[in-house]
Each structure stands twice: as structure tokens, then as C-alpha cells.
């Protein structure tokens, strides 16, 4: 009798709410509004891209750190997780689970907030782009805590939650540097009396230790933490590939970039088997 108490009263046994329907239904169909005008504003479909926008303060070869071309080719993996999970949440069974409870909604106002910041930077207003996106990663960020609170609830959730979620937040935190340096180019600040090569490595190094930050906090979570990883590596690598190529060459950052990435690419796989050890 106890048991049969216990599990009837368990959190995922409970009966899904008409909060619950709307939650999924509200998610599932913001997501593929939020998706579609984030593609478009990105340079899909006919819509102009973030790298010729705002004058081009955001394009590869506008400051030191700013990622080569190809890197964004990662949000089409983004998106297409964010898809994934947007319906793989509106099934039926996955009313009730715990997780998806807790984040569903955040991960909707994340995708709505990225729709935003490519809008922002479509008028080419960057001090407001650098806000958004900040808010993008505060969101994505308060997501993470609750990921690596509570275990997934199955393997499948592992990879279209926690490994969505590291990508976008990864690539995200990212981009919010190559942001505010784009901002303050744009603004004349520039280097901020450092001269471009000294500025370049500051943040390409605050890079590095955002990415150990992380590898450290979600180190009980293996599949968010290596995913953050390597959007981290990604995104400084292609810093690294840009200033080591023309049109804007920089030795000294190409290399500091380059350390950052391996520190964080690595930096997840070692807490993650220290925290398996523990």
C-alpha cells in the first residue's frame, strides 16, 4: 500500500493540467514562429544576414574577435535541436515530467529573445543587440542551473534537452563577445585605449575562463557540459582561423584563440570524469 502511495504521489505519475496542454501547445508553436523569423533575419529564405547587417559591424573581418564566416553555420544545428525538442516536449507523456516543466517556457523565451537580437541587429542599433543578447544568456544560463539540478529523465532527453541547450548557450556566450566588441568598434571606442592585439586577447581569455566556469558548474551533467564545450571551441576556433587568415590577420590573437578553444574543448571532459571519479 505504501509503495502504490508513493508512486501515485510521485511528480511523474501526476495527471497532466490543462497548464500542462497549453504549456506544450504555447511552446511547440512558438518555436516554429521564433525559428522561422530567426532564419529569415539570419539570411534565410531571402532575408538579409547578420554578417552584412548594421553596416557590417558584426561581419568576420570587423574586429579581432570576430568569428570566421563559417562558424555561424552552427545555428542550423541549433535550430534544428531547438525543433526537435520543441516537439519532442508536445508529446502526450512528456506533459507531466518535471524537467520539461521547470524549463519549457525558458527555452521559449530564449528562442524569442534570439528572434529579437537578430531584429535589433537588423535596425542596427548594437547597444541594444549587446542587452538582448545579454538577456539571452541570462536565460539560457538560469536554464542550465535547472538542468544540472535534477537528472534527465531518460537518455533521449539527455541529448534533445541538455544538448540543445549546451550548444545554443555555448555559441551564445560566444557571440555575446564578438557582440560587445562590435558595439564598441561601432561606437569609436575600439580598443579601449589597449591597442587591438592586447583587447583581442582579453577576450578571447575571458572566453576561456567563461568556459571553465561552466565546465566546472554543470560538471554532474556530462552532455550539457561537453556541448557547451564545444560551442565554446567552435566559435574561438573560428576566431582563431580568422585572425590567422586575411583580410585581418593577427598572429598573437589567432594564437590566443587557439588556446582558448583547446581550454575549452577540454576543460568540460575533465570535470566531467573528475565529478564520474567523485
Do not use: E, H
Not at 555561424?72 to 544545428?77: D, E, G, L, Y
Not at 544568456?137 to 537518455?155: D, E, K, M, N, Q
Amino acid at each position: 500500500m505504501s509503495s502504490a502511495r508513493a508512486t501515485t504521489s510521485s511528480p511523474s505519475a501526476t495527471a497532466a493540467t490543462t497548464s500542462d496542454r497549453t504549456r506544450q501547445v504555447t511552446v511547440l508553436v512558438g518555436a516554429a514562429v521564433a525559428i522561422a523569423g530567426a532564419a529569415f533575419g539570419s539570411g534565410a529564405f531571402g532575408g538579409q544576414a547578420i554578417q552584412d547587417a548594421a553596416g557590417g559591424a558584426l561581419a568576420a573581418d570587423a574586429t579581432p574577435v570576430a568569428p570566421d564566416g563559417p562558424a555561424f553555420s552552427i545555428w542550423s544545428v541549433i535550430y534544428l535541436g531547438l525543433a526537435v525538442f520543441a516537439v519532442y516536449q508536445a508529446v502526450p507523456r512528456q506533459a507531466t515530467d518535471p524537467r520539461l516543466r521547470s524549463v519549457s517556457w525558458w527555452v521559449l523565451v530564449s528562442m524569442l529573445l534570439n528572434a529579437a537580437w537578430i531584429g535589433v541587429v537588423q535596425t542596427g542599433v548594437l547597444p541594444l543587440s549587446v542587452v538582448v543578447i545579454g538577456v539571452l544568456v541570462a536565460v539560457l544560463a538560469v536554464i542550465l542551473v535547472r538542468l544540472v539540478r535534477t537528472p534527465p529523465t531518460s537518455g533521449v532527453q539527455s541529448v534533445v534537452l541538455d544538448g540543445t541547450v549546451g550548444l545554443y548557450l555555448g555559441w551564445a556566450s560566444v557571440a555575446t563577445l564578438a557582440n560587445v566588441a562590435a558595439a564598441l568598434t561601432d561606437a569609436g571606442v575600439g580598443a579601449m585605449g589597449l591597442g587591438a592585439t592586447a583587447w583581442g586577447v582579453l577576450v578571447v581569455a575571458a572566453g576561456a575562463v567563461l568556459a571553465v566556469a561552466y565546465a566546472l558548474f554543470a560538471a554532474r551533467r556530462p552532455v550539457v557540459a561537453i556541448a557547451i564545450g564545444l560551442a565554446m571551441a567552435w566559435g574561438l576556433g573560428w576566431i582563431a582561423y580568422g585572425r590567422a587568415n586575411g583580410p585581418l590577420v593577427d598572429g598573437t590573437v589567432a594564437i590566443a584563440a587557439g588556446i582558448a578553444a583547446g581550454i575549452a574543448l577540454l576543460a568540460p571532459v575533465l570535470t566531467t570524469l573528475r565529478a564520474r571519479r567523485g
